[in-house]
């Protein structure tokens, strides 16, 4: 037996105000509505709760034994709700790095909705985050959706926030520094680092190797993961490579940030969270990027820019 808290609910209106007219008003049902539940609970109890006459109802005995387990029932679920309410959650946001767009979004979203709880946290990697939303222990995040498994992917759900324009961290003495934009044919025979061996970061790693591909740019091979800006820099100072980061990237000293054209490489930022999963922080970053966005343009893109074929596919799939 599987019983509506619904229908529990009209049987304890009902017992409570021994009128059905009132027990309809106080639930803001129609009285039809309310009077079918109550018959619905019987066929499936197989008892007779009520007796029904043009002046007065009245419990059964039935219905009396029924109704502290009815109370019961309701006050644990109604208990249950509460504990679940999605406002009294915090909503746990993985913003990637310090200094991003994401942490825009996060700021705009928390004066939007000043009564949510939007915690922050900074861990790179979509592929990381995307198994810990699965599991639960995380919210939302930020990335390239098109880089995670598709396993990964039908679980979650995702929406573009932005179309970012790649770049190269380089060291400040590089050749290609003087530069104020590098080509990308400019890359040819340059060893450049995008996070491989990081198992956090695959999405970015494909990105990478799509954007590489047939170009004469090679690979770096695993490095020590840096955790942090300063040790960022000493790994960077260390191995010497071009590192592959969205224009804005925070500044790391001893470098510089330029941007790739000829043409313009873009990796697509998503919003992502648990698929079905109902937040009014979530809401509030949605509004947040559609304000920010609109203001300032994130989804134009032009027809020259390069965009690997896999998430003009996805992009495709969503339209």
Known sequence: MDIEPRLLRAFAAVADE????????????????????????????????????TRRVTLTADGERLLPYARTVLAAHDELRAAFA???????????????????????ARELAPECELMARFESGLTGAA??????????????????????????????????????????DHPLAAR??????????????????????????????HLFTGRGIALAPPAPVAVGVEEFRRVMAKTRNPVLAVVDFPAVAGTVMRPIVGPVPL?????????????PGVDALHAAVDELGAREGWLEREASEWLPDCDIALMCDNN
């Open 131 to 172: 198994a810990e939303i699965v599991a639960g222990r995380l919210d939302v995040s930020f990335g390239r959706f098109a880089g995670l498994e598709g396993p990964v992917r039908a679980l979650l759900s995702h929406r573009i926030v932005r179309y970012e324009p790649l770049g190269v961290v380089l060291p400040h």
């Open 180 to 209: 104020e934009c590098v080509p990308l044919d400019a890359l040819a025979g340059e060893t450049v680092y995008a996070g491989a061996g990081n198992p956090r970061t695959l999405e970015w790693t494909d990105l990478a190797r």
């Open 86 to 108: 999605a406002a009294a959650r915090p909503l746990l946001v993985d913003l990637n790095s310090e200094g991003m767009v994401s942490g825009r979004i996060l700021a705009r």
């Open 267 to 279: 990796s697509p930022l998503s919003m992502v969270w648990r698929r079905g999963m109902r937040h």
């Open 18 to 53: 021994l009128h059905f007219t009132r027990a309809a008003a106080r639930l803001f049902v129609a009285q039809q509505a309310l009077s079918r539940d109550v018959r619905r609970l019987e066929r499936e109890l197989g008892a007779v709760l009520f007796v029904r006459s």
